[in-house]
């Protein structure tokens, strides 16, 4: 048989390579200053674009999409072309991938510090970049469709139907959940509103986890892993099991994010038992990939990659049982909006994610280098105190979130909270959170010295930009099933039909879920005494998501007792129903907010944002001066805003809007003067005007201040319903 030259692009794979370790030790550093924040949280006071609420967005997106999705795109393009014995279908798509992703990067890294934001975990970009996300998305799918159809080998290994499920999931999931209607080119509203918001988000958010973090990875495991080990999948069935239970399980489960929530119940009821099921395949998979490692265990002591590889996919189990049993109803009210789910979180991140980057990135470097690995005891200390970095990191953590979900629920025989003030419980965990940096300073060190021993390995080689390769063409083979064939056999030499159930496995959770959301008004009880925000209220709720307060305070008082005696009434889905997008958050670092209107005076608030520890002692909540400038505040999109959010079915009426600069002038002008007759606050307000008389600057109005619209909306929040006191 005709033997075919061709080259294998190593180019594109060196690239990816060098970004996902450049981004990682920016994603972590940026990590471990918002860690740091939690010890000292005025560490870069009155620096609006370091601030913690601005960090905490560019860290997460830094290390999901910078660092592991470049380490991703890297793995795939590597093993993609060796496993189809076919170099990319497109040098240029290649180069668009590489290059697309890399200005996304950037221009998240400059966005997100300066604030802007659409507030929704994993894609808090806007408009312009999920257009982009987009195009980059699409060019690498159709990169890596057109080399599985020129290839050269009969069938579609394992690991590829993971990378076509990636590609699939991540496409539908992103186009869904980035639906908004643009204000400008740097601010736009969700087309959904408050529950739904709530449910296409965390379908979103639950699936990037799952087709971003976690099939990829698996596809990656099934490649290298065996590589590494030099022996074959354990199963081949159970990893044909494992890939078609795990993408059509994985997208129902969403709603266990949303649990005790105004979510109707058979949406949170769905998300539990679709998360129960999940168990099956995910260890299943564990088990295929720790199984393939039998007769090798003498080669796991002594071979760093391998270490890595046994450890992320120990992680990958962990995390998999992990989250089935967050989702249980009795655990979910134990572990939500604690310090419970950051461990849960960064044991799959560090561990399955990080891990198994590094193990890849050790396997792939000297061999497209052609030498060996600089130094095997480097890559032994890089494991070894990452190891021990994630053990630091994740169980304070866990300890963290049990003890504030117990105080939080504490009560006295007369009926009163134990712990009644949130600062409580801040108090006690303190300690846990100075350990959770050492943890995450072992763990960058590793990282530094991963980095170190890939640059000396380069240097020390010499790198192949288009690797030699040759191979048989693929026989043309009849589109029917063969005599003794198997369907899935039959199907892994049809990628197109392949592709086609995949779509529908991946879909049909979402549509069940969604659409009724969306269609059927009884989900959601409608309430007439819920008004739209007004024109200041809505610009003060534009600040709210600006400074990324959701990534500390909830706005979702679940109906437990404990709750309700700390926040007040329970949430309604009816209150969230002008909520472009809604603000549930996922952590309470401080306290919830959604009943916080009218429960203190305009000068707490105003006191609180300048200084939180002068209201609140032992506070780790940051200053908010900036907000306190005494440039006038601009409001030139308000009536572009109204008219967005009323296409959207907010009933702002065309008066409404043309009078909006006037209702911000009144409502402003009314904290103002409540502001200044406030005896808490007339003394400094007085000597703010003495001040400017002495220096002979123009005295600022107060209603021109950024700080007002916030207390305004503030001030509105949860005030729409009458509650007992």
Same mark, same amino acid.
């Given at each position: 048989m005709e033997m075919q030259q061709f080259r294998y692009d190593n180019k594109i794979v060196r690239n990816f390579i060098y970004a996902s370790l450049l981004f990682g030790v920016v994603g972590m550093s940026v990590g471990l200053l918002v860690a740091f924040f939690y010890l000292f949280p005025n560490l870069t006071d009155g620096i609006p674009w370091l601030s913690y609420g601005r960090l905490r967005p560019l860290h997460t997106n830094a290390v999901i999409f910078a660092f592991v999705g470049n380490a991703v795109f890297a793995g795939v393009y590597y093993s993609l072309q060796r496993l189809l014995k076919a170099r990319m279908y497109s040098d240029f798509l290649s180069q668009v991938n590489f290059w697309g992703w890399q200005l996304i990067i950037l221009g998240a890294a400059i966005t997100l510090p300066m604030g802007i934001t659409t507030s929704k975990e994993y894609a808090e970009l806007e408009w312009p970049f999920?257009?982009?996300?987009?195009?980059?998305?699409?060019?690498?799918?159709?990169?890596?469709?057109?080399?599985?159809?020129?290839?050269?080998?009969?069938?579609?290994?394992?690991?590829?139907?993971?990378?076509?499920?990636?590609?699939?999931?991540?496409?539908?999931?992103?186009?869904?959940?980035?639906?908004?209607?643009?204000?400008?080119?740097?601010?736009?509203?969700?087309?959904?509103?408050?529950?739904?918001?709530?449910?296409?988000?965390?379908?979103?958010?639950?699936?990037?986890?799952?087709?971003?973090?976690?099939?990829?990875?698996?596809?990656?495991? @099934?490649?290298?892993? #065996?590589?590494?080990?030099?022996?074959?999948? /354990? &199963?081949?069935? =159970?990893?044909?099991? !494992? +890939? $078609?239970?795990?993408?059509?399980?994985?997208?129902?489960?969403?709603?266990?994010?949303?649990?005790?929530?105004?979510?109707?119940?058979?949406?949170?009821?769905?998300?539990?038992?679709?998360?129960?099921?999940?168990?099956?395949?995910?260890?299943?998979?564990?088990?295929?990939?720790?199984?393939?490692?039998?007769?090798?265990?003498?080669?796991?002591?002594?071979?760093?990659?391998?270490?890595?590889?046994?450890?992320?996919?120990?992680?990958?189990?962990?995390?998999?049982?992990?989250?089935?049993?967050?989702?249980?109803?009795?655990?979910?009210?134990?572990?939500?909006?604690?310090?419970?789910?950051?461990?849960?979180?960064?044991?799959?991140?560090?561990?399955?994610?990080?891990?198994?980057?590094?193990?890849?990135? @050790?396997?792939?470097? #000297?061999?497209?280098?052609?030498?060996?690995? /600089? &130094?095997?005891? =480097?890559?032994?200390? !890089? +494991? $070894?105190?990452?190891?021990?970095?994630?053990?630091?990191?994740?169980?304070?953590?866990?300890?963290?979130?049990?003890?504030?979900?117990?105080?939080?629920?504490?009560?006295?025989?007369?009926?009163?909270?134990?712990?009644?003030?949130?600062?409580?419980?801040?108090?006690?965990?303190?300690?846990?959170?100075?350990?959770?940096?050492?943890?995450?300073?072992?763990?960058?060190?590793?990282?530094?010295?991963?980095?170190?021993?890939?640059?000396?390995?380069?240097?020390?080689?010499?790198?192949?930009?288009?690797?030699?390769?040759?191979?048989?063409?693929?026989?043309?083979?009849?589109?029917?099933?063969?005599?003794?064939?198997?369907?899935?056999?039959?199907?892994?030499?049809?990628?197109?039909?392949?592709?086609?159930?995949?779509?529908?496995?991946?879909?049909?959770?979402?549509?069940?879920?969604?659409?009724?959301? =969306?269609?059927?008004?009884?989900?959601?009880?409608t309430i007439t005494s819920v008004k739209p925000y007004s024109p200041l209220e809505l610009e003060g709720r534009d600040l709210y998501i600006r400074e990324g307060c959701n990534n500390c305070h909830s706005q979702l008082v679940r109906p437990f007792r404990s709750e309700v005696k700390r926040y007040g009434e329970y949430s309604k889905s009816g209150e969230y129903v002008y909520d472009h997008p809604f603000l549930w958050g996922s952590k309470r670092t401080g306290p919830d907010l959604m009943r916080v209107g009218g429960k203190y005076p305009h000068s707490w608030h105003f006191s609180h944002m300048w200084n939180p520890q002068a209201t609140t002692t032992g506070s780790i909540m940051p200053a908010y001066k900036w907000m306190f400038d005494n440039k006038k505040m601009k409001h030139d999109d308000i009536q572009k805003k109204m008219s967005v959010m009323k296409t959207l079915g907010v009933p702002y009426t065309d008066a409404d809007i043309a009078n909006a600069f006037t209702s911000i002038e009144k409502q402003a002008l009314e904290i103002e003067k409540g502001l200044e007759t406030d005896p808490n606050f007339s003394k400094s307000y007085a000597a703010s005007k003495e001040k400017a008389k002495l220096t002979g600057e123009k005295f600022v109005q107060m209603k021109d201040r950024e700080i007002v619209a916030l207390i305004a909306y503030l001030q509105r929040l949860g005030t729409d319903i009458k509650v007992k006191k």
């Open positions: 999920d257009i982009a996300i987009a195009i980059v998305w699409v060019a690498f799918g159709i990169n890596m469709i057109g080399t599985i159809i020129k290839r050269r080998e009969r069938h579609i290994y394992v690991a590829i139907w993971f990378y076509i499920a990636t590609f699939v999931a991540v496409a539908l999931l992103h186009i869904v959940n980035s639906l908004a209607i643009p204000v400008s080119l740097t601010k736009s509203y969700s087309v959904y509103a408050g529950v739904q918001d709530a449910l296409v988000q965390w379908w979103y958010g639950h699936n990037a986890v799952a087709f971003f973090l976690t099939t990829p990875f698996l596809g990656l495991m @099934y490649y290298f892993l #065996p590589k590494a080990a030099n022996r074959p999948v /354990y &199963s081949y069935r =159970l990893s044909i099991i !494992h +890939f $078609w239970s795990l993408i059509f399980l994985y997208i129902w489960a969403g709603p266990h994010h949303l649990l005790y929530s105004t979510l109707p119940d058979w949406a949170q009821n769905l998300g539990v038992v679709f998360s129960i099921m999940l168990i099956a395949p995910s260890w299943g998979g564990m088990i295929n990939g720790l199984l393939t490692l039998r007769g090798a265990w003498d080669k796991v002591r002594t071979d760093a990659v391998l270490k890595f590889f046994v450890v992320g996919v120990t992680g990958y189990g962990m995390a998999t049982f992990e989250g089935p049993m967050l989702s249980l109803k009795n655990v979910n009210a134990i572990a939500h909006f604690t310090d419970w789910i950051v461990a849960h979180v960064h044991v799959g991140a560090l561990a399955w994610n990080g891990f198994m980057t590094f193990g890849m990135i @050790y396997w792939i470097i #000297p061999r497209i280098t052609k030498t060996k690995l /600089y &130094s095997e005891k =480097l890559a032994n200390f !890089h +494991f $070894w105190i990452g190891t021990l970095g994630i053990i630091l990191y994740a169980l304070p953590m866990y300890v963290a979130g049990f003890v504030q979900s117990l105080m939080w629920k504490q009560f006295n025989e007369d009926g009163t909270l134990v712990y009644g003030q949130f600062m409580d419980t801040v108090v006690e965990i303190m300690p846990m959170y100075a350990m959770r940096s050492v943890g995450g300073v072992l763990y960058l060190a590793g990282v530094l010295v991963g980095v170190y021993n890939v640059i000396k390995t380069v240097k020390a080689g010499a790198p192949v930009a288009d690797e030699e390769a040759q191979a048989a063409a693929l026989p043309t083979l009849a589109s029917n099933r063969l005599r003794n064939e198997k369907v899935h056999a039959w199907l892994e030499r049809k990628p197109v039909q392949f592709t086609i159930l995949t779509v529908v496995a991946v879909s049909i959770g979402g549509l069940i879920q969604i659409v009724p959301m =969306l269609i059927v008004k009884s989900n959601i009880a």
